[in-house]
C-alpha cells in the first residue's frame, strides 16, 4: 500500500497543489453559497434555482469560449492564473454582497472566468507529452481535484462549527467567504510559480480515454463537468451533425436525449437540496456540510470499483442500474415528503448520500464512455462535447423550474418530477443497443 502510495505522490506535478487548493475553495463555496442565499440575504429556494441556471449559462458560454482562446493565443497558463484569480475577487466581492441581484452577478461572472482553468488545465497536462501517459496524468490531476473538493467540505463543516460559537451565523458565512478568497489568491500564486510552459498545439485527442480519465469529477450539476470537450463542439456543424447523412446515428442521438433528462432529472433534487437540508428539515449549516461530504467522498471511493464494473458488465447495464437506482431514492423521497413533514432519521440520509454518490460514479463514467462508442470516429469529439452540453442544457433548465417548483409546490413535487424525468431517460436507454468497442456509428 505505502509503494502504490509513494508512486502516486511521486507522478503528481508540483503545480497540481494550485488545482487543489483552487478546487478546495469551490468545494466549500459549493455548499455555502446556497446557505448565504438562505440565511445571509434571506431568499428562498426559487432565487436558488435562478441563480444556478444564470450562472450555468455562464458556465457553458464560457467553457465555447475558453479553450478557443487559449488555442490563438499560443498560451495556457496565463489562462489559468486568470480564472484563480477572477475567483479569488469574486470570493472578497461575496462576502460583503448587500442583495441577491448582486450576488447573482458576482457568481455568472466568477463561474465564467472559472471554467477558463477547466478547459486549460487539461490541455496542460496532455500537451508536450507521450500519448500514453495521457490517461494517467489526467486521473492523477483529476484525483488531486476531487481530494480538494472533498477537503473544502471538511473544511467548510469544521470552520462554520467553530465560527458559530463566537459569531452570528450570516457573519461567520460572510467571514468564510472572505478566507476563501485567500485560498484563491494562494492559489494565485502556486500557479505563477509552478505552472509548467507548453507549446500549444490541437491534437487528435483519444476522446474515450480522455473521459474516462475524467470520470470521478464530483459534482451534480454540469457547469463542473468535462467542460474541456465544449471548445471542440463547432456550432457551425451542428446542423449537419443532427441531420446531414454523415451526421449522427439515430442511436446516438437518443441517448444524447437520454443523458440530457437525467442530468435534469439530477438538478431538480440537487440544486434545491442544500435548502431543503436546512430550511425544510432545519440542520444547521456545519451538518449540511458532512452530509455533502458524506456523498462526495462515497464518490472519490467509488469510482475505481465502477471502472473495473463497466468493463465486465458494460456500460448499457450500467448506466440503467445507476439510473434505477436514483429512481427508487427520488421516487422515495417524493412519497415521504409528501406524506409526512417529519425529518427523516439519519440514518436515512446518510444512506441516500451515499448512494446517491456511488450511483454518480457509475452514471458519469459509463456514460461518457458509452456516448463515445455510439458515435462514428470522426464525430466522436463532436458527440462528447453534445453530451456535455446537454448536460449544461439540463442544469439551466433544471434551475428556474425546481426552485419555482418548490416554492409554490413543495420539495415532494422536485423529487416526484425528478423520478418522472429519470424514467424517461431510463426507457430511451433500454431500447439502444449494446455498444462493442468498434462499433460504427
Known amino acids: 500500500m505505502f509503494t502504490g502510495l509513494r508512486k502516486w505522490i511521486d507522478e503528481a506535478e508540483p503545480w497540481y497543489s494550485a488545482v487543489a487548493l483552487a478546487n478546495l475553495t469551490m468545494g466549500t463555496s459549493s455548499v455555502l453559497l446556497p446557505l448565504m442565499i438562505s440565511k445571509v440575504l434571506h431568499n428562498s429556494v426559487a432565487h436558488l434555482g435562478y441563480l444556478s441556471s444564470l450562472v450555468s449559462l455562464m458556465g457553458v458560454i464560457g467553457s465555447l469560449i475558453w479553450g478557443r482562446l487559449s488555442d490563438s493565443a499560443h498560451r495556457r497558463k496565463p489562462f489559468v492564473v486568470l480564472s484563480f484569480a477572477a475567483v479569488s475577487i469574486g470570493f472578497v466581492a461575496v462576502a460583503f454582497a448587500p442583495s441577491f441581484n448582486s450576488l447573482l ?31 494517467r496524468k489526467i486521473s492523477r490531476l483529476n484525483q488531486i481535484a476531487a481530494i480538494g473538493w472533498v477537503a473544502g467540505l471538511v473544511f467548510g463543516s469544521s470552520a462554520l462549527a467553530c465560527a458559530t460559537h463566537f459569531l452570528e451565523e450570516s457573519t461567520a458565512i460572510r467571514a468564510l467567504f472572505a ?20 507549446i500549444p498545439r490541437f491534437t487528435k485527442r483519444r476522446f474515450r480515454g480522455i473521459v474516462t480519465a475524467l470520470g470521478n469529477l464530483l459534482i451534480e450539476r454540469a457547469r463542473f463537468s468535462p467542460t474541456h470537450l465544449y471548445h471542440r463542439l463547432h456550432l457551425r456543424r451542428l446542423p449537419a451533425l443532427l441531420w446531414g447523412k454523415e451526421g449522427l446515428s439515430n442511436e446516438t442521438k437518443l441517448f444524447i436525449l437520454a443523458g440530457g433528462l437525467a442530468f435534469t432529472a439530477f438538478g431538480f ?63 422515495g423521497a417524493a412519497i415521504f415528503l409528501c406524506l409526512s413533514s417529519a425529518t427523516p432519521p439519519h440514518a436515512s440520509l446518510v444512506a441516500f448520500f451515499i448512494l446517491t454518490g456511488i450511483s454518480w460514479s457509475f452514471f458519469h463514467l459509463s456514460g461518457v464512455t458509452f456516448a463515445s462508442r455510439l458515435a462514428r470516429p470522426r464525430n466522436r469529439g463532436q458527440v462528447l462535447g453534445l453530451y456535455t452540453a446537454s448536460a449544461g442544457l439540463g442544469s439551466i433548465i433544471a434551475g428556474v423550474s425546481s ?30 443497443p449494446r455498444p462493442t468497442e468498434n462499433q460504427p456509428r
Open 269 to 331: 433534487v440537487f440544486i434545491p437540496l442544500p435548502l431543503l437540508m436546512s430550511e425544510h428539515f432545519g440542520f444547521s449549516s456545519s451538518i449540511v456540510f458532512l452530509y455533502y461530504m458524506v456523498h462526495n467522498g462515497a464518490i472519490v471511493l467509488a469510482y475505481p470499483y465502477a471502472e473495473r464494473r463497466i468493463h465486465r458488465a458494460g456500460n448499457k447495464s450500467i448506466q440503467l442500474g445507476s439510473l434505477g437506482i436514483r429512481l427508487i431514492l427520488f421516487a
Open 179 to 198: 478566507i476563501l478568497s485567500l485560498g484563491s489568491a494562494g492559489a494565485v500564486f502556486l500557479s505563477l510559480r509552478l505552472i509548467p510552459r507548453t
Open 105 to 135: 452577478l458576482i457568481n455568472m461572472i466568477a463561474n465564467f472566468f472559472w471554467v477558463a482553468n477547466i478547459s486549460v488545465t487539461v490541455l496542460i497536462v496532455i500537451e508536450n507529452r507521450e500519448e500514453l501517459e495521457w490517461e
Open 403 to 432: 426552485g419555482y417548483i418548490a416554492e409554490y409546490v413543495g420539495y415532494w413535487a422536485v423529487f416526484a418530477v425528478a423520478a418522472v424525468t429519470l424514467g424517461l431517460s431510463i426507457v430511451i436507454l433500454y431500447g439502444l
